[in-house]
C-alpha cells in the first residue's frame, strides 16, 4: 500500500465529483477554477510527523526495501533531530 498515491487518488475522484456541480460557462473563469483545484486550492499537503521519542529505523528500513517512500525520504526519516537538554 502506497499512502501517497492513495491520497492521489483520493483527492483526484474527489475534485471530479465536486467539479461535477459546477458549470461555469465562461472559458477564462473556468480555467482559472479549474487550475486553482489543480493546484491544490481545495485539498491541504499531505502532513507527516514523527514521534522522536520512539525508534523508527527498522520501520523505515522496511519501508524503503519495500518501496513506499519516494526519493530520499529514507535517508530524511532516518536522520534523528537534536534534542535539547532539559532544564534542571
Not at 458549470?23 to 514523527?50: C, K, N
Not at 530520499?72 to 533531530?81: A, G, M, N
Amino acid at each position: 500500500m502506497n499512502i501517497f498515491a492513495i491520497r492521489v487518488r483520493l483527492i483526484s475522484g474527489y475534485s471530479r465529483y465536486g467539479l461535477g456541480f459546477l458549470e461555469i460557462r465562461d472559458q477564462r473563469i473556468r480555467e482559472y477554477v479549474e487550475g486553482e483545484i489543480a493546484a491544490g486550492l481545495l485539498w491541504p499537503g499531505a502532513l507527516i510527523q514523527l514521534d522522536p521519542s520512539q525508534e523508527v529505523v527498522a520501520f523505515i528500513e522496511r519501508a524503503a526495501d519495500k518501496g513506499a517512500l519516494p526519493g530520499k525520504s529514507p535517508r530524511i526519516l532516518e536522520q534523528k533531530p537534536a534534542v535539547p537538554e532539559r532544564p534542571q
